[in-house]
């Protein structure tokens, strides 16, 4: 059964920081590309970062260059999304994201991120 199970989410002020966490389970985590997309209340679900499968590569949705960081841990079948300088437009639910070949993809659940003083 494959599960992307997040943690890390929560309420912090703004220019605060969090680490999200997402575990995967039952499929081949290290042959996947991994990402995060966030929703906003009333917006389109959008990209916010995507490492690819051995971490040799990553990218970013511009507004948050400089401040988040992708990483995986392929020995835990984990990846990461550190949010640092989080500003109040940052309020999302983020969801983590696997893409692999034959266009295979699996959701996490989402979990709610506040950034408000």
Do not use: H
Request: aromatic share 12%; hydrophobic share 30%; with cysteine.
């Amino acid at each position: 059964q494959v599960q992307l199970v997040e943690s890390g989410g929560g309420l912090v002020q703004p220019g605060g920081s969090l680490r999200r966490s997402c575990a995967a389970s039952g499929f081949t985590f290290r042959s996947y590309d991994m990402s995060w997309y966030r929703q906003a209340p009333g917006k389109e679900r959008e990209l916010v970062a995507i490492i690819t499968n051995t971490g040799g590569g990553t990218n970013y949705e511009n507004s948050v260059k400089g401040r988040f960081t992708i990483s995986r841990d392929n020995a835990k079948n984990t990846v990461y999304l550190q949010m640092n300088s989080l500003k109040p437009e940052g309020t999302a639910v983020y969801y983590c994201y696997a893409s692999g070949l034959s266009s295979i993809q699996y959701w996490g659940q989402g979990t709610q991120v506040a950034v408000s003083s």
